[in-house]
């Protein structure tokens, strides 16, 4: 499987972490209620937090009552910053590709993942990964960008706008050319991550033997688009990413 490793360039990094810093960010502000607000009690619980970038949300399961945390990535840097910034005596920041988790020892009761399947190639092979390292009574709750936002291949207007500037629609194109995208965003030329349509999503979850417990999309209220409309305005338009909670199959 090919594997980018683009948080390891150091103008990539730079710029993500001004983002992710920011007092307002999609992370904080959207992603994060959302996430938190689909997981099962943590206290006690083995978690596995899969692209785990620079641990906020592991140091989050960690203070909400979690056993051990298991942090993995694929980015020296992002993981350096998390042992700096987000560090408890149970959790473990480990260098490793989703794509090799069956490397791992032991089983989870939690397995957790934010916005970080966006690149892996195959993700039912991902998710057949997973479902082997979860516990039989296991969960599984991740993000990852919506179908809608990842059908943009760059050649296209994400918005139409006003001649004010005001985003009327959002433009969807290529939703069914499956694959991989490669972008420029933001300080770099080649952005890769893949775009699958909600079916493949689904079909690769439930083959892998998962039930899917809930799903969510990240709708934004009305009161943050209107407090930070360069920001979220778009967002009435189309969701940013979509969530899904499960559970292992009998
Ligand atoms: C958008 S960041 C999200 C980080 C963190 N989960 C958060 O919510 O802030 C995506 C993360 O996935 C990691 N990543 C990308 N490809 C990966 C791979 N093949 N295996 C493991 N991690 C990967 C990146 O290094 C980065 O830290």
Redesign the pocket.
Known sequence: MA???I?DDEAFFDRFKTL?GNAINF?DCI?HPIITSMLPDVRGKDIL??????G??AKQYADMGARSVLG????EK?LDFARKHHATQNITYQR????DIAELDGRFDLIT????FD??EDLGELMAGIGNRMREDGKLVFSMSHPMATAWDGTYDRYTRSESGERLYANIGNYFAEGRRVVKWVVVEAYEFYHRTLASIIHAITEAGLVIEDCQESRVSEELRNQYPDLFGGTIHRPDFIFFRCRKGL
């Not at 993995?72 to 980015?75: A, H, N, R, T, V």
């Not at 490793?96 to 794509?99: C, D, F, K, V």
């Open positions: 594997r980018q490793n948080y992710r992370n992603e937090d899969i692209g785990c970038g620079m906020q949300h993995i990535d694929i980015s992002m490793l590709a989703m794509e993942s934010s916005l970080a690149y892996a």
